[in-house]
């Protein structure tokens, strides 16, 4: 690219420059382009004038907007050069003049162009000098009055030299001299072209100017001017005032009505706002611009003086500019105040009623401004942008002045912007903006503008960054809680922050299922590889973060910019909820380049120097001063798998710094004391971690003092003096951490024994084993009878509910303690039953009886369903400010006291309870009945009733709450499964306690399926819990069948047969045993996933692999898992068939597992109706539809057959086939008409015309559904008519459902017609179908009903083809029609005699085609 010239350069370097550009060969920035002159085509010749066209060039610029970019929006400038005055070159000049003055012609039909050649040149006065002089305004002492008063100094001195000049070489030509007075400027105007009369009445001579024609040539032209301008007063002379007016007012409406504005207000004299309003209301109405006309014309006289012209929208005037001009200043003798204008009062806001969405604008704190508030101008919220009345910043602009050069406003913009997040997010906005602010923020690419900041090299710009950056990720409230259930039953384990992805369809569905899990690791990788950064932020935005190396960027801030305090703890918070993503967050964050070396050296170091800030003053740097932040950091870190927790305590030697932290009082360590409280209590919780692995159990040996120094001070917690101290409540949640570690250590001593037994049976194996832990049984022996101690004095003070409300959190881990303790005990060698049970004994009798005596825990019971998640769905719906690709909890604000983990919460305190209850149950049976006592709380049975009917959404702000309620219901049905037998109130409560583990199995999430194994195995097929079974329940169903038969059930026993419904239910109970056992064999891939979970919640350390849950995707088992095991052979066999296998039969245990399912699907719709009450009843009869379809005679199995027949019976009665919905989406299906299809095509094959069959293929082609599917029977499968027998004493729903109402598709009356008259569709084949068909065809053919032409004329047609029928009973079927009547041979009632009405009709449509027989019978 060539540059400029360069100063020294000649003519020769130029010429060079111009034979390099051309050999170059490259496109020039502007080019020549020639452009025709149209103003040289003469009338007559256009040949000639093409040929003689001249040609002008014209530049133009590649590339070059017509605008320039602007980076924010800006007021329109006010301008008087018109947007439609511009031209540009490709633009024709003759079409833009016919377009915009096309009605002109009207006044000047023709304008020629007059030959200028006879007119004389002047050559310039030669000065003797190179160049003309140069002129300078101090030659020139005279000055003129301008019309307008913006002309600069210069400008009116050369204004002054042109008049002289004017004025000495003016000529006097045939008595018409020039306008005195009047120089250049003034001859430019638009009035020299030519000029009419403002007084339209007026026809005197005296009162009009013509032109001056100087221009035309010489004398001639002159002579031409005046004759033209005689011409037109003479003409106006002849004309009366009616026409004058006449002809003004068309001339007007004719012309550009911004054109006759200008006019009138430089003619007029008037005001620029005066003007601007004339302009303004050109826009109107023809009338209005006649009757302002009218009004200048007679108010205003032409005047030859020279008139002061203002500007077009109202200046301010000396007294609105608050600065004002003195005579020292230079060249500000005249103040120009339109260009002082923005230093004038801003007008006040006015207030809108509208209900239009407005711009939102916030304040330096990042509150909302309502709009129209007047706010003073001192707090520094005005500004220049596009309302600049309106205070505040809008969200674009502080986009913008993120961006700015200036380091204050980025600083300013993003913490401002991060103020805003915090305040959206806790809600503050809901009730005032529209749409969410997070969402909207994040759409317009808020991560990354934070991670373009991040990157800035000021450090006030890099806290602004962080700060907004843990306003978007952080949440505090989440946090709180987190913390708060750590000490809960099985607290420490959360689920992963991480939004769940959809899922692409692969392209291939036809690859084997062996390649698909073979390439799903090295598809997955592929695809986040490939994705953008945008496509990954907008999907996942800690990932997106990830993925733009956030992690590297915050470590050299850490490690080179070393920030102030609050900066570095910000930093922490954000790799905290970055770690608390997923594990492989976890993964990057220890991957990551000197990242955790830097945090663990910095901000955790065992030895530091001791800062003595000012009393009031915050400490100048955190670096080298241990942080409990960065241990909170770490401790989440080791939560996501063994291996992390490995690293740290090894290569980090987070051993001993944990040591460092436990082993000192928190009141002893050179710290603040909040802070040093915190620390401890994080290191007490990071070890507890460990020790849920079976690490660092090693520190309980080295560290034992220092903990039994720490648990001689838990009984002074309960004291009343202690509660006054304002660390009270760290000291409460130090000693629930110290608690939470011991139940640990006791877990991993108690597998200790375990463990040795197997290194010692296997050493002679090569494989490795788990080595035991280095501390027994008798290490933590100790412990038990001083926290036994603890709790009894804990509950002594349940009497104050002060105190107890303190300490009741404290008290439930106390309680976890013992249940852990004791169901350890009993696995050990030294475990002495007598003892252990006196000991039991002794402690529910001095404590625990009396306490589940206590109102207190009635109370406790009784808030049960005011904190439940599942009674009150509504309170964990997601906010208005949650965003998808950024999870949080949804404890904004936080949570009220009687929630799931509020202050009011009983769940904490009695899961623990239970657990402990548990416990004692299985070591010691005899007090099993008397702990019994619990269950017959009426609070407990009023929260199971409506807890097993919510069904709160599933998400991430409900699975962690969720979690802990599955808990509990878990240990009460387990404590129900161990004392059912034992106490018979228990036993009268057993169909609720079955019916909450039926409806508990469909909503445990991941990570609990222990617990649903163990539900399975023991309670959802116990039948001490289906009392119905034992005590005449078959019979009593078919007694109340028999009573039914009167009512609705006529026509379930059409379909049911032998055996009777009483008889299989009684089978299906009988066969519960086997039903379990073939359930937990179809659900033995899930083994891996069970083993995992049962290590956690038994308590095996050593088998832990991750604190951290699996990922929520919802929950672990379909609604409809009871028909799991039809779906599952239905694929299995369908797979083989798609590899080209044929089926012919299929294995005994498939049909046994058919069988198992059957029976207990009728089991549950019968004496558990409600729990299958969410699953719809099309998705229902879509999984019955898998045993059609699976092999060719599965159905025609006696026990399948017989099941299905009994579970059709039940889907038919009229509450429930009214509620069948097949249009709606169902789960599981694409389409429910493929399936349909599906099933016509297995009917024609294999059916056999079984009856049953048949009644399912029948309801779908109700009238009221898709008539897609009656289509595709009589479209395309036509050959089911033949084989679809179904009598009409077996049809298991009313006739009237498929003959009301008519039908309305004429393609599919003419397919009823066609298949009628063929004879494809008989009464003998398919009675059901066969009166469906004939009661729509006589409904149609006799319809009264005003229809276009193309339905009469086919009904017209079908009723003459229908006279016309050979077949007579066809014939008669047809014509004689009357009611459906399943109680009739045809279904349907018949005339004896044609009605008169369809006798007129026939007689209207036959005419003589119709016979007299007919007339007569009709008459």
């Known amino acids: 690219m060539l540059g400029r010239p360069k100063p020294g350069e000649s003519e020769d370097d130029l010429l060079r420059f111009q034979q390099q550009f051309l050999a170059a060969g490259t496109s020039s920035a502007a080019k020549v382009v020639k452009k025709v002159d149209k103003r040289k085509v003469e009338s007559g010749n256009v040949d000639g004038s093409q040929a003689n066209e001249g040609l002008r060039d014209a530049v133009t610029l590649e590339a070059l907007p017509d605008l320039p970019p602007s980076l924010m929006p800006a007021p329109p400038k006010k301008s008087k050069v018109k947007t439609e005055k511009v031209r540009f070159q490709e633009d024709d000049s003759e079409a833009q003049l016919d377009q915009q003055d096309r009605h002109i012609t009207a006044v000047l039909s023709k304008i020629i162009e007059r030959d200028t050649t006879a007119t004389p040149l002047f050559l310039p006065v030669s000065t003797g000098l190179a160049f003309p002089k140069v002129f300078h305004r101090s030659e020139v002492q005279s000055e003129v009055k301008l019309l307008s008063g913006k002309k600069s100094i210069f400008a009116q001195k050369l204004a002054a030299k042109k008049a002289a000049e004017a004025a000495w070489a003016a000529p006097s030509v045939c008595g018409i001299s020039p306008l005195s007075g009047v120089t250049g400027e003034q001859r430019s105007a638009p009035s020299r072209v030519t000029e009419l009369s403002e007084k339209g009445h007026s026809t005197g001579a005296g009162d009009e100017r013509p032109v001056s024609g100087e221009r035309l040539g010489g004398k001639i032209g002159l002579q031409e001017a005046q004759r033209i301008h005689e011409e037109n007063i003479a003409r106006l002379q002849a004309m009366s005032k009616e026409e004058i007016e006449e002809e003004q007012d068309n001339l007007v409406a004719r012309l550009d009505p911004n054109l006759v504005a200008f006019l009138k207000s430089r003619r007029s004299g008037k005001t620029s706002s005066e003007g601007s309003k004339d302009k303004m209301e050109a826009h109107g109405t023809e009338k209005s611009y006649k009757n302002k006309h009218r009004h200048s014309c007679s108010d205003n006289e032409p005047q030859a003086s020279p008139t002061k012209e203002e500007p077009m929208d109202q200046k301010p005037t000396e007294a609105d500019i608050p600065l004002k001009p003195e005579k020292e200043w230079v060249h500000m003798d005249v103040p120009e105040y339109e260009k002082l204008e923005w230093m004038k009062d801003l007008p006040k806001p006015r207030r809108r009623k509208t209900n239009k969405e407005m711009q939102a604008r916030f304040s330096f704190h990042g509150n909302l401004i309502p709009p129209g508030v007047d706010v003073p101008t001192h707090l520094g919220l005005h500004h220049h942008g596009e309302q600049p009345e309106q205070a505040g910043y809008s969200l674009q602009e502080l986009f913008h002045l993120s961006r700015s050069q200036i380091i204050q406003q980025r600083t300013l913009a993003l913490q401002m912007l991060a103020r805003i997040v915090q305040k959206a997010k806790s809600g503050d906005f809901s009730s005032s903006l529209k749409h969410s602010m997070v969402r909207m923020l994040l759409d317009a690419g808020f991560l990354f503008l934070l991670r373009f900041s991040l990157d800035d090299s000021a450090e006030n710009v890099i806290a602004a960054c962080v700060q907004a950056l843990k306003a978007l990720l952080v949440s505090p409230s989440d946090e709180e809680y987190l913390d708060r259930t750590f000490s ?39 695809k986040e590889d490939k994705k953008a950064d945008p496509d990954v932020a907008r999907a996942d935005a800690v990932k997106g973060l990830l993925k733009m190396k956030v992690l590297h960027r915050l470590r050299y801030i850490l490690e080179v910019v070393r920030p102030v305090p609050s900066v570095v703890l910000d930093i922490l918070e954000i790799l905290t909820r970055i770690a608390r993503h997923s594990s492989e967050a976890c993964n990057q964050i220890l991957g990551c380049p000197r990242l955790l070396e830097t945090i663990v050296s910095e901000f955790l170091p065992s030895t530091w120097q001791i800062q003595t800030p000012r009393t009031g003053e915050p400490m100048t740097s955190t670096h080298g001063v241990p942080t409990a932040a960065a241990m909170k950091l770490t401790r989440v870190l080791a939560s996501a798998g063994r291996n992390l927790s490995t690293i740290l305590l090894n290569k980090y030697n987070m051993k001993g710094r944990i040591g460092r932290f436990v082993a000192e009082d928190p009141r002893d360590l050179p710290l603040e004391r909040q802070e040093a409280f915190a620390l401890s209590i994080e290191a007490l919780r990071l070890w507890a971690v460990a020790t849920n692995y079976g690490q660092a159990c090693d520190l309980y040996k080295d560290f034992y003092p220092a903990l039994m120094k720490m648990l001689q001070t838990l009984p002074s917690l309960v004291s009343q003096s202690k509660k006054e101290d304002p660390l009270y409540g760290y000291s409460l949640q130090r000693a629930e951490a110290l608690v939470c570690l011991l139940i640990n250590i006791t877990h991993s001593a108690g597998c200790a024994v375990e463990l040795q037994a197997q290194l010692i049976s296997s050493a002679g194996d090569q494989e490795e084993h788990i080595p035991p832990p280095p501390l027994g049984w008798s290490h933590v022996a100790g412990i038990k009878p001083f926290l036994e101690g603890c709790v009894k004095r804990c509950l002594k003070e349940v009497s104050c509910p002060v105190t107890w409300s303190s300490v009741k959190q404290l008290t439930a881990t106390y309680i976890t303690y013992l249940g852990t303790y004791y169901s350890k005990l009993t696995q050990q060698p030294s475990y002495r039953p007598v003892e252990c049970l006196e000991e039991l004994e002794q402690f529910c009798s001095e404590s625990l009886f009396p306490f589940l005596n206590l109102p207190t825990l009635e109370n406790m019971f009784e808030d049960l369903r005011a904190c439940s998640v599942l009674c009150n769905p509504k309170s964990c719906c997601p906010g208005p400010e949650a965003v998808r690709s950024l999870v949080s909890l949804g404890c904004a604000g936080g949570k009220p006291p009687l929630s799931l983990v509020g202050s009011k919460s009983p769940f904490a305190f009695l899961t623990a309870l239970l657990y402990l209850l548990n416990t004692i149950s299985s070591v010691h049976k005899g007090l099993a009945e008397k702990c019994s006592v619990v269950l017959h709380s009426k609070g407990l049975r009023d929260y199971l009733i409506h807890g097993c009917k919510g069904s709160p959404p599933i998400n991430h702000q409900s699975a962690w709450l969720l979690r802990h309620e599955f808990h509990f219901q878990h240990l009460v049905l387990q404590f129900a499964f161990k004392t059912v037998a034992l106490n018979p109130r228990v036993a009268q409560q057993a169909p609720l306690y079955h019916y909450v583990a039926i409806a508990l199995l469909s909503l445990l999430l991941p990570g609990s399926e222990h617990l649903a194994h163990e539900l399975l195995s023991g309670l959802a097929f116990n039948q001490n819990f289906i009392p119905e079974g034992k005590s005449g329940g078959p019979e009593a ?151 059609f379809l699976t092999g060719s005679n599965l159905f025609l199995e006696p026990a399948i057959h017989d099941n299905l027949a009994a579970l059709l019976s039940i889907y038919c009665q009229r509450k429930r086939i009214d509620s069948l919905d097949l249009s709606a989406p169902l789960p599981g299906l694409i389409s429910f008409h493929d399936l349909y299809v599906n099933l016509l095509e297995q009917f024609e094959s294999v059916s056999f015309g079984d009856q049953l069959f048949g009644c399912f293929l029948l309801l779908p082609l109700q009238r009221r559904f898709d008539t897609q599917l009656r289509q595709a029977v009589f479209g395309e499968h036509v050959g089911v008519l033949r084989a679809l027998g179904v009598p009409l004493q077996q049809l298991p729903i009313p006739l009237e459902n498929y003959t009301h109402p008519a039908e309305s598709s004429l393609d599919l009356l003419r397919q009823y017609f066609k298949t009628l008259v063929t004879g494809t569709l008989r009464l003998s084949w398919c009675p059901v179908l066969y009166a469906v068909a004939v009661a729509h065809v006589n409904s149609f053919i006799f319809s009264q009903e005003a229809v276009d032409e193309v339905l009469d004329a086919a009904r017209k047609s079908m009723l003459r083809k229908s006279y016309l029928l050979t077949d007579e009973t066809l014939r008669r079927h047809l014509l004689h029609f009357k009611l459906p009547n399943m109680e009739s041979p045809v279904g349907f009632d018949m005339y004896e005699e044609l009605p008169p009405m369809r006798h007129r009709r026939m007689q209207k449509v036959l005419g003589d085609l119709l016979h007299p027989e007919m007339g007569q019978e009709a008459e």
């Open 1037 to 1187: 169903e078919d007694f109340s069948y028999i009573l039914q038969l009167g009512a609705d059930g006529d026509n379930e026993v059409k379909v049911h047969s032998n055996p009777t419904r009483g008889t299989l239910l009684g089978a299906a109970f009988k066969h519960l045993p086997t039903i379990r056992a073939r359930y937990l064999a179809h659900f033995a891939h899930l083994q891996s996933a069970i083993m995992r979970s049962q290590a956690i919640y038994t308590g095996q350390n050593h088998l832990v692999q991750s604190v951290l849950l699996p990922e929520m995707k919802g929950p672990l088992l379909p609604t409809d898992w009871a028909f799991l095991p039809l779906i599952n052979m239905y694929d299995q066999v369908n797979r083989e068939e798609m590899k080209g296998k044929t089926v012919d039969s299929l294995p005994v245990n498939f049909v046994e597992m058919v069988t198992s399912s059957l029976q207990l699907a009728l089991l549950l719709e019968t004496w558990r109706g409600g729990l299958l009450q969410g699953l719809p009843l099309a998705a229902k009869l879509a999984r019955l539809a898998c045993v």
């Open 488 to 526: 809960w039953y099985l607290g420490a384990s959360a689920f992963p922050l991480r939004p769940n992805e959809v899922e692409e369809d692969d392209e291939d569905e036809e690859e084997e299922e062996e390649e698909l899990k073979a390439r799903q690791k090295e598809k997955a990788k592929s």
